[in-house]
């Protein structure tokens, strides 16, 4: 049975305010200091803020931090409304037995949880009880919920949702460069640059201000859709959703005929490239004009600007990564770059834009279902007994891998499946592709434990609603897209029946029978033995300390502990430049060929669907559709097509549409868009209920990365009659 | 067991064993190929382009490569195939990979006694002529869309060329007057000297005689004439056989142990066009790759595409030209002085034919139109010119129009501000957070100061 409603008295009616208007309204957070340097609570930017509390306001003010430069997009602006938004969680809540949810106290809140959480355990098996994390966790918290799994639960079934966003490119940057940080350099060395491939990337929107760091440069971006970023472009290619392996590989083959490869680099530096080029090899041009609708010319055009470029670029983002063969895809731009000699160059390279604000940090410290903290493999003996030794547990202790995001939510309540979950920083129930399948899974369960700010979508759903703290209430530190390790810093205390993701931990942990010295809720506490778990790892935070980040010091990993008889060590800004971090030092090409996505369009189904982003909205919304602000300017979910296909379907300007494929339908507002393909429509995924885009998304999984394939499926659209 | 053996070691034979290998196939696999080196493999360099020897691959590893054999009958009974080196092979199942053959003109002096082609002599699939050997001047016999093709690139590599034609204009199988006009109007700007409306009489070294006795300077011939599809072994087997050997959708012959591929084959509904082309080939090959291993692919019979393939010349074909002369919807964009044409024919908004020349975004946009059967935009022109039918910016932005995206800024909340007196831009981000986000509104936004200063200024003055 769904169980969607919510007692009326967290829902108090919003109230409008313009833009000058103090943030603060009902309670006046009561501030820790007059202000504070932090940063922006959203993107993986990670801009830099000074807060301010004043009169009772608090307000943000962007500072000159390299990756913003003074910029801050209406999303940071906007951030301080959403401490006191109207539908703040503040206090815990339980399901009664009269199926409403009603406040409670702490300990009534955790040992209801930690009861029932004991009893299927004891019934089912450690593996019974899931745990869902998120890449809006600070390093603490995401490190300890990972720790939390393996030792307080002992479940193997721990994954999170930064699986939904880099985890394709994850896995191609892993298997090219033998790490994977989302970019191997500092952002402001873009700022150099003569040429940037964008492939999939629509930073214009989704992360403003790191256009400042590409004005300079001539952008060349992929992308089905004429986005803001693909307007300030020098090249814009547009191809049919799901081709973009075709387009990589042709542009691979052209910088081989055109005489643009780097064969010293080539012999120096990589190994593989003859495999890669014999797939490269069949996709000359017009067979990729062909498949994918760029033209011949273009192509060239994308090459030679790359290629005479002292100073280039090639960077993915989710447009090249959200696809079952999203590491493929990766790996043939990561390809590309190897073969123009671009990847270990300073002034050039391959990245990666991660998305979430936290999305670093949060896949290398050991929420993911695979690995463990320091960015190991939970199937390396190594690791594991490296790890069991800093927890204080047995190697055999541990468990091993566990089922990816998506699968793990498709077993939730089945044969075999988890019969609870804790969801930390999440809202499967919206960001999940064929989202009313998971609702349906989540609902199943025998127990539901969300701990949000703000009741989710997927709070909804939840039997045990714990409400947590929120950025400018809490110490921390987080990771951003260019592996820099930021101090996040508190300003105000928490509203008091509000705790933090770290003290929910420690009690539950205590209540599960563990000492409690094992989970501290001290976040420098936590970080100390961060650095101890990560010591020697891939991701190594060994050297960074609060101390030295509270310094100013820009401190990129890894950085490890060196000998107090010498000076720290500086931190790594640029990797790459002497060696890649495979064994042999060199950089592995990587042999892919370009498929069909899972879905092509038929009869039925005649156009393809992408999903994405807008500006003033991030996530599944469940932030920024509570800051008023935001909401006004895109307030409910749209579907940008082409005049003349909307013509065809019978529709026109601002009508409602049904947007339908085989797994469901979802309902959004026409926008008319002629820069849009004509087999092509476009939603954004950040809105609930029966406009969730994610209801009609595709679950097929890229058989590496586990990434469902958000951005293309087939589909058709039609009217619906409005309302009376 | 389940012995394969092929006969041909082209590009449509390399695919085939490449995808076998893909898709786990265990098995003996043996080639049979005429040539006695190493045949280029698979995607089809520019000829001449100088970057041939990549495309060189050998087979995987495993494959049995017999070079220099000619497969002299097929004995079905038995399941043999015997060559002129006296072996016999057997098969389960046999592919004809046979490929398609230049048709050699009746011309003196380009066979030698022993029928074979004169040493100066190429056809353009010879590699030897793909890496541009040997020197001097070339004469390409053969204006269809390879002659075309190849004439551009040996020019193109420095090479002084005359292409030579009977038709009146080149690829005109496949282009109307005016296109091959603007063609032949392309050739000459690249410096490839023309003779069309003429036929070649007599060859010898260093010299083409032409009919009206015109000699051209020539120290290599190379012959782009039509290819005829090899289908002598088939017939000799008493497969059903017309202009290529007749094949279904799982590329089966008569003999359901006998299936073929790509250049000697035609499918059933082809159209009665061999239509030789290597997607075309490899979309075969792959489907009974993926036959012979168990899999249950749908094959469907590809659209004929001409498109060129010469750098900055984009010429492009699609279905019949003849749809062209009675089509419901025509439409026509002429444009000779910058060498750009177009003739679409439509049905039901539907692309049946085209030719285009000079457009190469309106080229790549028909080919997907057509491939995949979608109604073509309402803007028959923006498509043609290859811009999206959104009129452009206008010059005064109106009052609602967002100014900074990234703070949803609009024009009048800007002059608001200005009036209440933040002049500069950095007041006007204090006080609209305009230009605070990507930055890249900062001049949209000093534009609108100078607008609103220069209006005041008049107001003052009146």
């Given at each position: 049975?769904l169980?969607?409603?919510?007692?009326?008295?967290?829902?108090?009616?919003?109230?409008?305010?313009?833009?000058?208007?103090?943030l603060?309204?009902?309670?006046?957070?009561?501030p820790?200091?007059q202000?504070?340097?932090?940063?922006?609570?959203?993107c993986?930017l990670?801009?830099?803020?000074?807060?301010?509390?004043?009169?009772?306001?608090?307000?943000?003010?962007?500072?000159?931090?390299?990756?913003?430069?003074g910029?801050l997009?209406?999303?940071?602006?906007?951030?301080?409304?959403?401490l006191?938004?109207?539908?703040?969680?503040?206090?815990?809540?339980?399901?009664?037995?009269?199926?409403?949810?009603?406040?409670?106290?702490?300990?009534?809140a955790?040992?209801?949880?930690?009861?029932?959480?004991?009893?299927?355990?004891?019934?089912?098996?450690?593996d019974?009880?899931?745990?869902?994390?998120?890449?809006?966790?600070?390093?603490?918290?995401?490190y300890?919920?990972?720790?939390?799994?393996?030792?307080?639960?002992?479940?193997?079934?721990?994954?999170y949702?930064?699986?939904?966003?880099?985890?394709?490119?994850a896995?191609?940057?892993?298997?090219?460069?033998?790490?994977?940080?989302?970019?191997?350099?500092?952002?402001?060395?873009?700022?150099?640059?003569?040429?940037?491939?964008?492939?999939?990337?629509?930073?214009?929107?989704?992360?403003?201000?790191?256009?400042?760091?590409?004005?300079?440069?001539?952008?060349?971006?992929?992308?089905?859709?004429?986005?803001?970023?693909?307007?300030?472009?020098?090249?814009?290619?547009q191809?049919?959703?799901?081709?973009?392996?075709?387009?990589?590989?042709?542009?691979?083959?052209?910088?081989?005929?055109?005489?643009?490869?780097?064969?010293?680099?080539?012999?120096e530096?990589?190994?593989?490239?003859?495999?890669?080029?014999?797939r490269?090899?069949?996709?000359?041009?017009?067979?990729?004009?062909?498949?994918?609708?760029?033209?011949?010319?273009?192509?060239?055009?994308?090459?030679?600007m790359?290629?005479?470029a002292?100073?280039?670029?090639?960077?993915?983002?989710?447009?090249?990564?959200?696809?079952?063969?999203?590491?493929?895809?990766?790996?043939?731009?990561?390809?590309?770059?190897?073969?123009?000699?671009?990847?270990?160059?300073?002034?050039?390279?391959?990245?990666?834009l991660t998305?979430?604000s936290?999305?670093?940090?949060?896949?290398?410290?050991?929420?993911?279902?695979?690995?463990?903290?320091?960015?190991?493999?939970?199937?390396?003996?190594?690791?594991?007994?490296?790890?069991?030794?800093?927890?204080?547990?047995?190697?055999?202790?541990?468990?091993?891998?566990?089922?990816?995001?998506?699968?793990?939510?498709?077993?939730l309540?089945?044969?075999?499946?988890?019969?609870?979950?804790?969801?930390f920083?999440?809202?499967?129930?919206?960001?999940?592709?064929?989202?009313?399948?998971?609702?349906?899974?989540?609902?199943?369960?025998?127990l539901?434990?969300?701990?949000?700010?703000?009741?989710?979508?997927t709070?909804?759903?939840?039997?045990?609603v714990?409400?947590?703290?929120?950025?400018?209430?809490?110490?921390g530190?987080?990771?951003?897209?260019?592996?820099?390790?930021?101090?996040?810093?508190?300003?105000?205390?928490p509203?008091?029946?509000?705790?933090?993701d770290?003290?929910?931990?420690?009690?539950?942990?205590?209540?599960?029978?563990?000492?409690?010295?094992?989970?501290?809720?001290?976040?420098?506490?936590?970080f100390?033995?961060?650095?101890?778990?990560?010591?020697?790892?891939?991701?190594?935070?060994?050297?960074?300390?609060?101390?030295?980040l509270?310094?100013?010091?820009?401190?990129h990993?890894?950085?490890?502990?060196?000998p107090?008889?010498?000076?720290?060590?500086?931190?790594?800004?640029?990797?790459?430049?002497?060696?890649?971090?495979?064994?042999?030092g060199?950089?592995?090409?990587?042999?892919?060929?370009?498929?069909?996505?899972?879905?092509?369009?038929?009869?039925?189904?005649?156009?393809?669907?992408?999903?994405?982003?807008?500006?003033?909205?991030?996530?599944?919304?469940?932030?920024?559709?509570?800051v008023?602000?935001?909401?006004?300017?895109?307030?409910?979910?749209?579907?940008?097509?082409h005049?003349?296909?909307?013509?065809?379907?019978?529709?026109?300007?601002?009508?409602?549409?049904?947007?339908?494929?085989?797994?469901?339908?979802?309902?959004?507002?026409?926008?008319l868009?002629?820069?849009?393909?004509?087999?092509?429509?476009?939603?954004?995924?950040?809105?609930p209920?029966?406009?969730?885009a994610?209801?009609?998304?595709?679950t097929?999984?890229?058989?590496?990365?586990?990434?469902?394939?958000?951005k293309v499926?087939?589909?058709?659209?039609?009217?619906?009659?409005?309302?009376? | 067991?389940?012995?394969?053996?092929?006969?041909?070691?082209?590009?449509?034979?390399?695919?085939?064993?490449?995808?076998?290998?893909?898709?786990g196939?265990?098995?003996?696999?043996?080639v049979l190929?005429?040539?006695?080196?190493?045949?280029?493999?698979g995607?089809?360099?520019?000829?001449?382009?100088?970057?041939?020897?990549?495309?060189?691959h050998?087979?995987?590893?495993?494959?049995?490569?017999?070079?220099?054999?000619?497969?002299?009958?097929?004995?079905?009974?038995?399941?043999?195939?015997?060559t002129d080196?006296?072996?016999?092979h057997?098969?389960?199942?046999?592919?004809?990979?046979?490929?398609?053959?230049?048709?050699?003109?009746?011309?003196?002096?380009?066979?030698?006694?022993?029928?074979?082609?004169?040493?100066?002599?190429?056809?353009?699939?010879?590699?030897?002529?793909r890496?541009?050997r040997?020197?001097?001047?070339?004469?390409?016999l053969?204006?269809?869309?390879?002659?075309?093709?190849?004439?551009?690139?040996?020019?193109?590599?420095?090479?002084e060329v005359?292409?030579?034609?009977?038709?009146?204009?080149?690829?005109k199988?496949?282009?109307d007057?005016?296109?091959?006009?603007?063609?032949?109007?392309?050739?000459?700007?690249?410096?490839?000297?023309?003779?069309?409306?003429?036929?070649?009489?007599?060859?010898?070294?260093?010299?083409?005689?032409?009919d009206?006795?015109?000699?051209l300077?020539?120290?290599?011939?190379?012959?782009?004439?039509?290819?005829?599809p090899?289908t002598?072994?088939?017939?000799?087997?008493?497969?059903?056989?017309?202009?290529?050997?007749?094949?279904d959708?799982?590329?089966?012959?008569?003999?359901?142990?006998?299936?073929?591929?790509?250049?000697?084959?035609?499918?059933?509904?082809g159209?009665?066009?061999?239509?030789?082309?290597?997607?075309?080939?490899?979309d075969?090959?792959?489907?009974?790759?993926?036959?012979?291993?168990?899999?249950?692919?749908?094959?469907?019979?590809?659209?004929?595409?001409?498109r060129?393939r010469?750098?900055?010349?984009?010429?492009?074909?699609?279905?019949?030209?003849?749809?062209?002369?009675?089509a419901?919807?025509?439409?026509?964009?002429?444009?000779?002085?910058?060498?750009?044409?177009?003739k679409?024919?439509?049905?039901?908004?539907k692309?049946?034919?085209?030719m285009?020349?000079?457009?190469?975004?309106?080229?790549?946009?028909?080919?997907?139109?057509?491939?995949?059967?979608?109604?073509?935009?309402?803007?028959?022109?923006?498509?043609?010119?290859?811009?999206s039918?959104?009129?452009?910016g206008?010059?005064?932005?109106?009052?609602?129009?967002?100014?900074?995206?990234?703070?949803n800024?609009?024009?009048?909340?800007l002059?608001q501000?200005w009036?209440q007196?933040?002049?500069?831009?950095?007041e006007?981000?204090?006080?609209?957070?305009?230009?605070?986000?990507?930055?890249?509104?900062?001049?949209?936004?000093?534009?609108?100061?100078?607008?609103?200063?220069?209006?005041?200024?008049?107001?003052?003055?009146s």
């Amino acid at each position: 049975m769904l169980r969607l409603e919510f007692p009326p008295y967290i829902h108090p009616p919003s109230v409008p305010h313009s833009r000058k208007t103090p943030l603060c309204l009902g309670r006046i957070p009561v501030p820790d200091r007059q202000s504070t340097a932090t940063h922006c609570p959203y993107c993986a930017l990670q801009c830099g803020t000074h807060l301010r509390h004043s009169d009772g306001v608090t307000t943000v003010q962007p500072s000159d931090f390299p990756t913003n430069q003074g910029g801050l997009c209406t999303k940071g602006w906007t951030a301080p409304s959403l401490l006191d938004t109207a539908s703040r969680l503040r206090s815990p809540l339980v399901r009664g037995p009269d199926g409403e949810l009603a406040p409670s106290d702490w300990d009534t809140a955790l040992d209801v949880v930690s009861d029932r959480i004991a009893r299927i355990r004891d019934e089912h098996g450690p593996d019974a009880v899931g745990v869902f994390g998120g890449g809006g966790l600070t390093n603490e918290k995401a490190y300890l919920l990972g720790k939390f799994a393996r030792v307080a639960l002992g479940t193997s079934q721990i994954d999170y949702n930064g699986r939904f966003c880099m985890s394709s490119a994850a896995v191609a940057g892993t298997a090219a460069f033998g790490v994977d940080r989302g970019l191997p350099f500092p952002v402001t060395d873009l700022g150099q640059a003569e040429t940037i491939l964008l492939a999939g990337a629509n930073p214009a929107e989704t992360m403003p201000p790191l256009m400042r760091h590409l004005s300079r440069a001539k952008l060349i971006v992929i992308d089905p859709r004429r986005t803001r970023t693909a307007e300030s472009a020098a090249l814009h290619l547009q191809p049919v959703p799901g081709t973009d392996l075709a387009l990589a590989l042709g542009l691979l083959h052209l910088t081989v005929t055109e005489g643009l490869l780097d064969k010293d680099y080539l012999a120096e530096r990589t190994t593989g490239f003859e495999d890669a080029w014999e797939r490269a090899l069949s996709w000359w041009p017009e067979r990729v004009e062909r498949v994918t609708g760029v033209p011949v010319a273009e192509q060239r055009e994308a090459v030679h600007m790359l290629g005479a470029a002292e100073r280039a670029y090639v960077l993915t983002g989710r447009g090249a990564e959200q696809h079952s063969k999203g590491t493929d895809t990766v790996a043939a731009f990561i390809d590309l770059a190897l073969a123009l000699g671009l990847p270990g160059r300073e002034g050039s390279g391959y990245g990666c834009l991660t998305g979430q604000s936290n999305g670093q940090g949060g896949r290398e410290l050991g929420q993911k279902a695979d690995q463990l903290p320091g960015y190991r493999s939970i199937t390396d003996p190594e690791a594991r007994a490296r790890i069991a030794e800093v927890w204080g547990v047995a190697p055999e202790a541990l468990p091993g891998p566990g089922r990816s995001a998506y699968e793990l939510f498709d077993a939730l309540g089945t044969a075999g499946g988890p019969r609870a979950l804790l969801v930390f920083d999440s809202n499967p129930a919206v960001s999940a592709p064929r989202s009313d399948r998971v609702t349906e899974r989540l609902a199943s369960l025998d127990l539901l434990v969300v701990a949000d700010f703000v009741p989710s979508e997927t709070a909804q759903l939840a039997d045990v609603v714990l409400p947590v703290t929120q950025w400018a209430e809490e110490e921390g530190t987080m990771t951003n897209l260019e592996g820099r390790v930021l101090r996040r810093r508190r300003l105000l205390s928490p509203p008091p029946e509000v705790r933090s993701d770290l003290d929910i931990l420690h009690g539950l942990a205590v209540r599960l029978g563990e000492p409690g010295h094992r989970f501290p809720t001290e976040p420098r506490e936590v970080f100390a033995e961060l650095r101890r778990a990560t010591m020697g790892g891939k991701a190594d935070y060994s050297g960074i300390t609060y101390d030295r980040l509270d310094a100013g010091e820009a401190l990129h990993w890894p950085c490890p502990l060196l000998p107090e008889s010498r000076a720290p060590h500086p931190g790594t800004p640029r990797l790459f430049l002497d060696r890649f971090a495979h064994p042999d030092g060199r950089a592995r090409f990587a042999a892919v060929d370009h498929r069909a996505p899972a879905e092509t369009t038929d009869d039925a189904y005649p156009l393809y669907a992408t999903t994405g982003r807008v500006l003033a909205q991030y996530q599944t919304g469940a932030q920024t559709r509570r800051v008023p602000e935001l909401n006004e300017a895109v307030p409910e979910p749209f579907v940008e097509i082409h005049p003349d296909t909307a013509e065809r379907a019978g529709l026109r300007h601002d009508d409602r549409a049904a947007v339908i494929s085989a797994r469901g339908r979802t309902v959004a507002r026409v926008r008319l868009d002629g820069s849009l393909r004509t087999d092509t429509v476009f939603l954004p995924f950040h809105f609930p209920g029966d406009g969730r885009a994610n209801l009609i998304t595709n679950t097929v999984l890229d058989p590496q990365s586990k990434m469902p394939e958000f951005k293309v499926c087939a589909v058709r659209i039609e009217p619906i009659s409005e309302p009376a | 067991m389940s012995d394969i053996l092929i006969i041909g070691d082209g590009p449509a034979a390399h695919r085939l064993v490449e995808r076998l290998r893909h898709h786990g196939h265990q098995d003996a696999v043996t080639v049979l190929g005429r040539e006695p080196g190493p045949t280029h493999s698979g995607a089809p360099p520019l000829p001449f382009s100088g970057h041939s020897s990549p495309y060189q691959h050998g087979f995987p590893e495993g494959t049995r490569v017999r070079r220099g054999v000619t497969a002299t009958r097929i004995d079905r009974a038995r399941r043999l195939v015997h060559t002129d080196d006296g072996t016999a092979h057997g098969y389960d199942t046999l592919v004809l990979a046979t490929g398609a053959r230049p048709r050699v003109p009746d011309i003196p002096g380009v066979l030698t006694a022993e029928g074979r082609l004169h040493a100066s002599v190429f056809t353009p699939r010879s590699l030897a002529a793909r890496e541009c050997r040997p020197a001097g001047s070339v004469a390409v016999l053969g204006a269809g869309a390879g002659g075309v093709e190849a004439a551009l690139a040996l020019r193109r590599a420095g090479r002084e060329v005359a292409l030579v034609d009977a038709a009146s204009h080149p690829m005109k199988d496949r282009l109307d007057d005016a296109a091959g006009r603007l063609l032949a109007g392309i050739l000459h700007d690249e410096g490839v000297e023309t003779h069309l409306g003429h036929v070649a009489v007599a060859f010898e070294p260093g010299k083409l005689v032409l009919d009206g006795g015109r000699v051209l300077a020539a120290d290599v011939l190379l012959l782009c004439t039509d290819a005829a599809p090899e289908t002598g072994l088939a017939h000799g087997a008493g497969l059903s056989v017309d202009c290529g050997v007749l094949i279904d959708d799982e590329m089966r012959t008569d003999d359901p142990r006998i299936r073929a591929i790509g250049g000697c084959a035609r499918h059933q509904e082809g159209g009665g066009e061999t239509a030789y082309s290597l997607p075309q080939a490899w979309d075969q090959a792959d489907t009974l790759a993926l036959l012979l291993t168990g899999g249950r692919p749908h094959y469907r019979v590809a659209a004929p595409i001409t498109r060129s393939r010469t750098p900055g010349v984009d010429v492009l074909s699609l279905g019949p030209p003849s749809a062209l002369d009675h089509a419901a919807e025509l439409v026509t964009l002429s444009d000779p002085s910058r060498r750009r044409y177009a003739k679409l024919a439509l049905h039901d908004h539907k692309l049946t034919a085209a030719m285009v020349i000079g457009l190469p975004k309106a080229i790549a946009s028909l080919v997907q139109l057509y491939d995949r059967g979608v109604s073509v935009p309402s803007d028959r022109l923006a498509l043609l010119l290859g811009t999206s039918s959104v009129g452009s910016g206008t010059v005064e932005l109106p009052d609602d129009a967002v100014v900074c995206n990234c703070n949803n800024v609009t024009k009048r909340s800007l002059a608001q501000a200005w009036h209440q007196g933040a002049r500069e831009v950095a007041e006007l981000a204090e006080a609209t957070r305009a230009t605070t986000g990507c930055g890249t509104c900062a001049d949209a936004v000093r534009r609108i100061c100078g607008v609103l200063e220069k209006a005041s200024g008049e107001g003052d003055a009146s």
